[in-house]
């Protein structure tokens, strides 16, 4: 388990966050519903050439839950660039996942973020996007925040599931699971759905075009949260390359190939 043993506050917001390793800096922005704990097994790989940086996104994992909470994506942009000024970073290298994704391209795009190389996969970042499930949540968050534990145990590990193409051991469901557990999580876990709006993608959308540095677009070829053709044009966008297929992986590539992001990476630190 990755440990994060820091909390900055943020827009009101405490946020935890680590950093382990030696060298220039690589930082690591997760996706939902998940946690910086989606690099345990991909944070080690790097400690030897890079200082990694990783943080719990606003409502999730470690960093505060509570009523009433902005934790849309229109928040997450604006705590990276405070945590650049933080821990004063001009370009890392960034590895970026789902929202994470979302997160590192709103920041570059409206907070003008720069970075030395972006490593990006399977991201929210092109309409449509948004689930059944989620457009269903959106309508009745109160409904699902006050059912049964039992219940939302139940449903929670049957939905990251979805995630991955192969099965999740029962370590990563417990791990991915234990932040939305309980009077806190349960309601804050439907609380991030709620707010998952198409708009923020949207207002950036229209702004992509080729990044300063490089950038390596990634995509699980059995995502059946985000199709790879989406991958293929997010990085005829933003990319001089095109899209790296992943087969064998779906939505959650840290557990279903975990060896692909490490070497697209590390290609990436070799070039620098």
């Known amino acids: 388990m990755l440990e994060l043993p820091n909390t900055s506050i943020i827009e009101g917001n405490a946020v935890r ?5 030696n060298g220039p800096p690589l930082v690591a922005i997760h996706g939902t519903p998940f946690s910086s704990q989606v ?8 400690t030897d050439r890079r200082t990694v940086y990783y943080f719990d996104l606003v409502g999730y994992g470690q960093s505060e839950m509570r009523r009433n909470q902005d934790v849309s994506l229109a928040v997450q942009n604006r705590v ?8 004063g970073l001009e370009r890392p290298d960034i590895l970026a996942h789902d929202f994470g994704g979302a997160t590192a391209l709103r920041a570059y795009y409206l907070n003008g973020l720069r970075y030395a190389s972006l490593t990006i996969f399977d ?13 269903h949540v959106r309508q009745h968050e109160a409904a699902f925040s006050g059912m049964p534990a039992y219940m939302h145990r139940a449903l929670l590990r049957a939905y ?14 417990e791990i991915y699971s234990a932040p939305w557990i309980g009077p806190i999580g349960q309601p804050a876990f439907y609380r991030q759905i709620a707010q998952m709006d198409q708009k923020f993608t949207d207002e950036v959308q229209g702004l992509y075009a080729r990044m300063d540095c490089p950038v390596t677009v990634l995509w699980g070829e059995k995502d059946e949260w985000i199709p790879y053709e989406r991958g293929e044009t997010l990085a005829a966008a933003i990319s001089e390359r095109p899209c790296m297929r992943i087969p064998d992986a779906g939505h959650l590539v840290q557990e279903d190939r975990p060896e692909a992001i490490v070497a697209a ?8």
Do not use: D
Not at 80 to 85: I, P, V
Not at 124 to 130: D, H, I, K, Y
């Open 17 to 21: 966050w680590g950093k382990c390793g």
């Open 39 to 46: 690099w345990r097994r991909i944070v080690p790989e790097f």
């Open 80 to 87: 990276l660039t405070s945590l650049f000024r933080e821990w």
């Open 123 to 135: 991201a929210v970042a092109l309409a449509p996007w948004g689930s059944p499930f989620v457009q």
């Open 160 to 173: 990251l599931q979805t995630a991955a193409y192969k099965p999740l051991s029962e370590e990563a469901l």
């Open 265 to 272: 990476v590390i290609k990436h630190l070799m070039a620098n």
